[in-house]
T-cell receptor
Framework: QQPVQSPQAVILREGEDAVINCSSS?????VHWYRQKHGEAPVFLMI?????EQKGHEKISASFNEKKQQSSLYLTASQLSYSGTYFC?????????????FGQGTTLQVKP | DGGITQSPKYLFRKEGQNVTLSCEQN?????MYWYRQDPGQGLRLIYY???????QKGDIAEGYSVSREKKESFPLTVTSAQKNPTAFYLC???????????FGDGTRLSIL
């Protein structure tokens, strides 16, 4: 049931772009994205809903392919502050419970 | 400022001992969640509560117990039945349903 994230880790230079993918074997109702810096609490980035609605961050975009049960997070013109571990959380079935199953995370390191 | 407060930040448990982790929020959120995070892993849901006096088991509830007597508070007890309790525990809250979850700073639990 746990979604699979890819890649596991990525290293970028400032200004480069990255894509992080999240795939599920189950039908998804919503996908949530969070970023966690080392030793800190996760911070909300984006929610993508079945049907195309999005809620979230101005500088980060994402997509949700309901047929493929997959979401992708697009980080453009990366900044040093983008470094951290990115988690997707998936809500299955009919949704609206707030119960999320998180992927194992993708570690992003942005270098000067 | 509104937020979620977890205490203590560090906690040590002796063999056979129950310990309780505190989680308080002043965001007026209906839903609250407890997650466990192991090194290099994603977040796994222990328990969640969508309303006062009601809570549901998550994916790894064995060895844990919770109560939700007040809207602001959702304490987690790690019982002696939890044989591998060493982990980083995160509490979160949300307005419920498909809404962002706001996380506390976590409690790191270790075994003496």
């Amino acid at each position: 049931q746990q979604p699979v994230q890819s890649p596991q880790a990525v290293i970028l230079r400032e200004g480069e772009d990255a894509v992080i993918n999240c795939s599920s074997s189950k039908a998804l109702y919503s996908v949530h994205w969070y970023r966690q810096k080392h030793g800190e609490a996760p911070v909300f980035l984006m929610i993508l809903l079945k049907g195309g609605e999005q809620k979230g961050h101005e500088k980060i975009s994402a997509s949700f392919n309901e047929k493929k049960q997959q979401s992708s997070l697009y980080l453009t013109a990366s900044q040093l502050s983008y470094s951290g571990t990115y988690f997707c959380g998936t809500e299955l079935g009919s949704g609206n419970t707030g119960k999320l199953i998180f992927g194992q995370g993708t570690t992003l390191q942005v270098k000067p | 400022d509104g937020g979620i407060t977890q205490s203590p930040k560090y906690l040590f448990r002796k063999e056979g001992q129950n310990v309780t982790l505190s989680c308080e929020q002043n965001l007026n959120h209906d839903a609250m969640y407890w997650y466990r995070q192991d090194p290099g892993q994603g977040l796994r849901l222990i328990y969640y509560s969508q309303i006062v006096n009601d809570f549901q088991k998550g994916d790894i509830a064995e060895g844990y117990s919770v109560s939700r007597e007040k809207k602001e508070s959702f304490p987690l007890t790690v019982t002696s039945a939890q044989k591998n309790p060493t982990a980083f525990y995160l509490c979160a809250s949300s307005r419920g349903g498909i809404q962002p979850q706001h996380f506390g700073d976590g409690t790191r639990l270790s075994i003496l």
